[in-house]
Antibody, heavy 117, light 115 residues
């Protein structure tokens, strides 16, 4: 069974940092591109970042460029999101998602990041 | 103007059909893009429904009933998610998505009420 399990969320002050992790199982992680997608409380979905299967291609939404860094460790079947200089507007549930055919066929349950003083 | 625009809400009766639209911004040709659709119920992550580019290039998500289908309306520059034989369990938020300019872009979502 394909599983994606996020961790690392929590309460952080503005300007602080967090590192999210996504542990994958049940499929050949190294064969898939992966993304982070977030959802602010009561709001819609917002794509955050993309990383290709071997990390050669990376993209970010403009609002996180220079602050967030996506990475992966295929040997550990894990995806990461390093988030620095966090802002109130980064408060959201962060989902990792497996990409296939340009869409996301599997999603984790999400991890909540709250940025507040 | 947003890249993808969805009506914020839609109501329909059990057993009826619901047509959810996803309108692309002027200048972005719907015929060029694959549109992906997701369903999200409260407290749960999104679930993949299907992708649609054309009648010859489409794919249903694993386990997704055939009463969920995709199409396009070129005259309206829109993608369409059609749900037939509505059931109470179809009540959810629905999001469309395209890959545009090296980014995934989601529509704002449509809340479907089945009553």
């Amino acid at each position: 069974e394909v599983q994606l399990v996020e961790s690392g969320g929590g309460l952080v002050q503005p300007g602080g940092s967090l590192r999210l992790s996504c542990a994958a199982s049940g499929f050949t992680f190294s064969s898939y591109s992966m993304d982070w997608v977030r959802q602010a409380p009561g709001k819609g979905l917002e794509w955050v970042s993309y990383i290709s299967s071997s990390s050669e291609i990376i993209h970010y939404v403009d609002s996180v460029k220079g602050r967030f860094t996506i990475s992966r460790d295929n040997a550990k079947s894990s995806l990461y999101l390093q988030m620095n200089s966090l802002r109130d507007e980064d408060t959201a549930v962060y989902y990792c998602a497996r990409e296939i055919g340009g869409g996301y066929d599997k999603w984790g349950q999400g991890t909540l990041v709250t940025v507040s003083s | 103007q947003a890249v993808l625009t969805q009506p914020s809400s839609l109501s329909a009766s059990p057993g009826a059909s619901a047509s959810l639209t996803c309108t692309l911004r002027s200048g972005i040709n719907v015929g060029t893009y694959t549109i992906h659709w997701y369903q999200q119920k409260p407290g749960s992550p999104p679930q993949y429904l299907l992708r649609y580019k054309s009648d010859s290039d489409k794919q249903q998500g694993s386990g997704v009933p055939s009463r969920f289908s995709g199409s396009k309306d070129a005259s309206a520059n829109a993608g369409i998610l059609l749900i037939s034989g509505l059931q109470s369990e179809d009540e959810a938020d629905y999001y469309c998505m395209i890959w545009y300019s090296s980014a995934s872009v989601f529509g704002g979502g449509t809340r479907l009420t089945v009553l």
